[in-house]
Nanobody, 119 residues
Framework: EVQLVESGGGLVQPGGSLRLSCAASGVSFSSSAMSWVRQAPGKGLEWVSDIYNHGATAYADSVKGRFSISRDSVKNTVYLQMNNLKLEDAAVYYC?????????????WGQGTQVAVSS
């Protein structure tokens, strides 16, 4: 059974940093791409970043240069390091599993973790 559990959200000031974690059980990173997707209040889902089975990464233009996705295959955990946070980064952040190792898409989701950015 696939289970994705996010953690690490919280309240941070503009310019601050947070690291989100996604503990993945029932998932093999060798066969599944992993993604972070966010939803700001009153808005739709916005893709943030992918990490593919071979280790390549991709980022939305809005976070490129500020966010970094990584994974630990021993802990079976995916991370999102978020630096220089802006007001517009405030959202619920979801971890999602892709249907294959090189796919951009989602077949399982976590419950989300809230990130608030406020001065």
């Amino acid at each position: 059974e696939v289970q994705l559990v996010e953690s690490g959200g919280g309240l941070v000031q503009p310019g601050g940093s947070l690291r989100l974690s996604c503990a993945a059980s029932g998932v093999s990173f060798s066969s599944s791409a992993m993604s972070w997707v966010r939803q700001a209040p009153g808005k739709g889902l916005e893709w943030v970043s992918d990490i593919y089975n071979h280790g390549a990464t991709a980022y939305a233009d809005s976070v490129k240069g500020r966010f970094s996705i990584s994974r630990d295959s021993v802990k079976n955990t995916v991370y999102l390091q978020m630096n220089n946070l802006k007001l517009e980064d405030a959202a619920v952040y979801y971890c999602a599993k892709g249907p294959c190792g090189w796919c951009h898409g989602y077949d399982y989701w976590g419950q989300g973790t809230q990130v608030a950015v406020s001065s």
